[in-house]
């Protein structure tokens, strides 16, 4: 397999745009990676788009619409919320793999405000089992998965709140974020619960955005990078759920992270020591907990010492191991499709010192990685390093 | 056959096909030779050892014990809340998710560990009346009474 390196990104503010469409979310974020790379659309030979709610509407080939249509291969991914790193890992298989040499992916979403996900429907109301037969709503099932962890390891509702107030204050250095505003801990114990334990402020918003990424062959990285740094893809992982005893009951959010971590971690010759930053799906407060130790950043059991400890919390703050410097989900927003695209620019500005991140940079960031979870389930991790 | 179709319209109806109403209400699975249970019944082989046509009809205990729950205080519109969600273990080593009652929501939010292996039984109710004019039957549990 070849080195692939990324060498441009692009990304709109996550946030509200009901005026634009979806292609023109994608198209605008494919032009800022287009540019921040060097290159225009006649330089690129492959596209993987991440989109999930239009996923079957061709929303790639509509991007190129807006752009420019060279008549490249286009391909449309839908992988829940990993929508967009799957696209990204598409992309990046593509070149390692020697079939092309530049290559963009592009992961974008509308959702508008949109409320609860999750439940079921369809059919006759009567029998939709939601509330009646217990909890498919996504605030529930990753509730629980918090819950669990109190369960086996004594870990408070404070523990979780302190998670979205660590985030929220992340959040005021990214212009990028859908929100900014700092929260204390008594805002996040005291507002109105969604599903136990996680209130209003340990649930991410919905929202519409849209990143891209370009990304090249070590041959073109010489030939285009002209002396700028640019990151290098690790190790992109995929896992789907493997079978366990609860998974079909209770989605099991945590083996596979495992499993993909410990995949990645070896693919990239690394460990969690050697991680800078961390990027990871916090959905929800309680997802973002078990992810700390599910990503090796503690022990079993440890997540909440960690947090206590200025686990997860950026260096300028007093903090280690920083975690969703950007202000994760919670703050920066979850447009579905365009959150694992986002996640890995995020990353690559820290290692590049790139100035997008230029309030927040992480110093001495030398390998960082992104992990989504798309809940069904799909998990990816990107570990990039310079 | 005017008698039987009255029969039909007003014969009460599960809410999913593994909620057995008679002889009494219990929930059946299918269990495989590798010793994994699923509920629902329709399925091509058993995602844990891969096999097929290895199944044969388990009829699953009305007690269990609680695994993890949550309080969902925000739901669609039409759905009543708070309503305690849970997820039980039953004895044959199948998880179930179900709706928790006659335990206080806020209690249990404020000592969850008082919930955490709590004995429920199944206990079921008309939940809704469908588009034919069918009792909807539900399931859910409730702390065991003995």
């Known amino acids: 397999m070849r080195n692939v390196y990324v060498l441009g990104t692009g990304m709109l503010k996550f946030g509200r745009y009901p005026e634009k469409t979806v292609p023109e979310l994608g198209g605008q974020a494919a032009m800022l990676a287009l540019k921040d790379a060097g290159i225009t659309i006649k330089d690129v030979e492959m596209f993987a788009c991440g989109n999930l709610y239009q996923s079957n509407a061709m929303v790639g080939q509509r991007i190129l619409h807006q752009i420019g249509q060279t008549g490249i291969p286009v391909i449309n991914v839908s992988n829940a919320c990993a929508t967009g790193s799957t696209a990204f890992r598409e992309a990046y298989m593509s070149i390692a793999a020697g079939m092309y040499d530049i290559a963009m992916a592009v992961g974008v979403e509308q959702m508008g405000k949109q409320g609860l996900l999750g439940g079921t429907g369809g059919g006759d109301p009567a029998y939709s089992t939601e509330g009646k037969v217990g909890s498919g709503l996504m605030p529930a099932v990753f509730g629980q998965a918090g819950v669990e962890h109190m369960r086996k390891y004594g870990t408070k509702f404070e523990h979780f709140a302190k998670i979205s107030v660590k985030s929220h204050k992340h959040a005021t250095k990214n212009p990028f974020s859908q929100y900014r505003n700092e929260v204390t801990l008594e805002d996040v114990m005291n507002a109105r619960m969604v599903g136990y334990p996680n209130t209003l402020y340990m649930c991410c918003p919905t929202g519409d955005g849209a990143a891209a990424a370009i990304l090249v062959s070590e041959d073109k990285l010489k030939q285009l990078a002209g002396g700028r740094k640019r990151a290098k893809v690790a190790a992109s992982v995929l896992t789907s759920d493997p079978w366990t005893d609860r998974d079909l009951t209770l989605p099991d959010v945590s083996t596979l992270t495992r499993r993909a971590s410990k995949l990645a971690y070896e693919k990239a010759g690394l460990g969690p020591k050697d991680i800078a930053l961390t990027e990871l799906h916090d959905c929800f407060a309680t997802a973002e907990l078990v992810h700390y130790e599910n990503l090796g950043l503690c022990g079993d059991g440890e997540a909440g010492a960690f947090i206590d400890s200025g686990g997860g919390v950026h260096p300028d703050l007093g903090g280690k191991a920083p975690v969703n410097v950007s202000g994760g989900l919670l703050s920066k927003g979850h447009p579905l499709g365009a959150t694992g695209v986002a996640n890995i620019c995020e990353v690559v500005w820290h290692l590049t010192q790139d100035d997008r991140a230029k309030e927040r940079l992480v110093p001495n960031a030398k390998a960082g990685q992104a992990h989504v979870i798309g809940l069904g389930s799909a998990c990816t991790i990107h570990i990039l390093t310079v | ?146």
């Open chain 2, 1 to 146: 056959m005017a008698e039987q179709a009255q029969a039909t319209v007003t014969g009460p109806r599960p809410i999913v096909p593994w909620l057995k109403l008679a002889p009494k209400p219990h929930l059946e699975g299918i269990k495989c030779a590798c010793g994994a249970i699923y509920l629902d019944p329709n399925r091509v082989a058993c995602s844990k050892c891969g096999e097929a046509g290895k199944f044969s009809p388990i009829s699953l205990s009305d007690k269990g014990k609680v695994y993890v729950f949550s309080v969902v205080h925000q739901s669609f519109p039409g759905i009543k809340t708070p309503y305690v969600t849970a997820i039980v273990d039953l004895p044959e080593g199948i998880s179930v998710r179900a709706n928790l009652i006659d335990v206080d929501f806020d209690q249990a939010q404020k000592e969850p560990n008082k919930v955490f292996n709590l004995p429920v039984e199944l206990v079921t109710s008309v939940a809704a009346k469908d588009r034919e004019g069918h009792d909807v039957v539900a399931f859910s549990y409730r702390p065991s009474k003995n």
